[in-house]
């Protein structure tokens, strides 16, 4: 049995935490807010509760597994639902559509509204799918980092079907090869948000997510997203790891290129035989490690898109609203010019607008909704965001009310703001990027830090800034690659 630390609570450092302890490992958590989960957090003002960060629940079964792992009933943790409706979207010409869950349904909706030729959206997730189990095993469960995963039968079931992955084209351009209706085009071009990417340039091997949502599903815990993180800190308590919450880690401490202890902001040193850091990996090398030599190449990488955050109290149902709902820009190349060379939010934002209490009435007041209003936002370096906050809040609140033939203002009873600064402050998020490192690049898989360390002993990563990357399902998994990585190397 090892002494383990894991610096960092979010999801990642949850799972990790609780796989190592179903090795009989000695796990403690350090984690400097108050609460677990990172960026999967919630709150609540005047009677509203708000999820602050992740929305969207997919591939469940990697939650699952870590109960079952456990020898739990995962069920007595918490319960979800798969959902009957995935998305609603909106445009400014007033064509709207409903996403049921159903992909036939789906396809049947999309030639009615956006006159497609029956039967493309199935194809199109025919194909997704066949590429999500072509590089699922490669890219998302196994570390690239490893000889033994490039001379796996899934590596080279990757090589017989390389140029059918769409490693060489970009999402958008197989999205238009795809398509007829430019709005088609855009619904699945939005999928490259789900890692903070630009669709324009992201490869189109990302055309792998839409399988997630539409041919898996599209989950929502009973409780709301917030569910996922109390309830693997429920479990991680029941199998002996130890937290510490508002507890700063200040430095991990290297002697001889071996990770042996931490030193916490109190100057308190703490030894172990491992240390596991869930935090961003570039703040973990830049304030954790300042005297070791950082990984200057993958810590320069460009960073994902961030978001501008409107959590809003309103007295008011919208019945023409779901859970999950789109208000799309008219320009959506240039919104992500804006957002990844210009770095600000274009003056047309597509609106992302989350509804939890459509589906948990308890979410908000009797009569009332709470809304979760996301703007793709570029990372932070140094912009005023108190000026983009107050012109992307005049011109989100307009196009609500243009598209929804509404004054959404009258209806506002409570709000709190979240900003990519703000992001990257309370969850130690390089420039307050959501992912990590951005996926706009075909070799940016390749680019990502591994989970472990190549030059200190004992140390190990995990989390999305990490391999495979951002978001729920991926931190989940970089939770598996790594802890069976540090079961060989401990």
């Known amino acids: 049995m090892k002494k383990i630390a894991v610096i960092g609570s979010g999801p990642g450092g949850l799972a990790v935490a609780i796989r190592l302890a179903i090795l009989k490992h000695d796990v403690e958590v350090f984690e400097s807010n108050a609460y677990p989960g990172g960026k999967l957090n919630e709150f609540r003002i005047e009677g509203y ?14 939650i699952d597994e870590l109960f079952v792992l456990a020898d739990k009933n995962p069920s007595d943790y918490f319960k979800y639902k798969k959902l009957d409706e995935v998305c609603r979207y909106f445009w400014e010409d007033q064509t709207r559509l409903i ?4 992909n036939d349904e789906f396809d049947k909706n999309v030639v009615e509204n956006l006159h497609e030729k029956p039967g493309t959206i199935l194809q199109y997730l025919k194909e997704s799918a066949f590429k999500y189990e072509v590089l ?15 001379l796996s039968l899934e590596a080279f079931k990757g090589y017989k079907n390389i140029f059918k992955m769409g490693v060489f084209g970009t999402f958008h351009g197989l999205n238009k090869q795809s398509f007829s209706n430019p709005k088609t085009i855009q619904l699945l071009d939005r999928y490259a948000t789900y890692n903070g990417s630009n669709p324009y340039k992201t490869p189109a091997t990302m055309s792998i997510i839409p399988h997630l949502e539409y041919n898996i599903g599209a989950f929502l815990p009973e409780n709301g997203m917030y569910q996922i993180a109390d309830s693997l800190y429920k479990l991680a308590l029941d199998l002996g790891v130890k937290f510490h919450f508002n507890t700063k880690v200040e430095e991990i401490v290297v002697e001889n290129k071996n990770a042996k202890a931490l030193r916490l902001v109190d100057g308190k040193i703490m030894a172990f ?3 596991v850091s869930n935090m961003d990996v570039t703040p973990t090398y830049r304030k954790l490690m300042p005297k070791v030599p950082p990984p200057t190449k993958i810590l320069n990488q460009e960073k994902s898109g961030s978001g501008l955050i409107f959590y809003w109290g309103i007295k008011k149902e919208f019945k023409e609203l779901g859970l999950h709902n789109i208000l799309f820009s008219d320009d959506y190349k240039t919104e992500f010019d804006w957002q990844f060379e210009e770095k600000n939010i274009y003056e047309d934002p597509t609106i992302y607008i989350n509804i939890t209490s459509k589906i948990i009435p308890s979410d908000a007041p009797f009569g009332g909704e709470n809304w979760f209003v996301l703007i793709n936002a570029p990372s932070n370096i140094g912009q005023d965001w108190d000026i983009i906050t107050k012109k992307t809040r005049a011109a989100v609140i307009n196009k609500i ?3 929804l033939g509404t004054d959404i203002e009258a209806y506002l009873v409570t709000e709190r703001i979240l900003d990519p600064l703000k992001i990257e402050l309370n969850t130690s ?7 990590g490192s951005s996926s706009n690049d075909k070799f940016a898989a390749f680019l990502r830090h591994p989970n472990f360390s190549n030059q200190i002993k004992n140390l190990f990563f995990v989390g999305g800034s990490v391999h495979p990357g951002g978001g729920i399902p991926l931190a989940i998994s970089s939770a598996k690659i790594t802890s069976e990585i540090m079961a060989r190397k401990l």
């Open 99 to 102: 996403v049921p869950a159903q």
């Open 273 to 275: 035989d491992a240390i």
């Open 136 to 150: 699922s095993g490669l890219f998302i469960y196994k570390s690239l980092h490893k000889l033994s995963t490039w």
């Open 49 to 62: 509760r708000f999820d602050g960060g992740p929305s969207l629940f997919t591939l469940p079964s990697l």
């Open 429 to 435: 998020s390089s420039q307050g990027s959501l992912y």
């Open 401 to 403: 009310n243009r598209i």
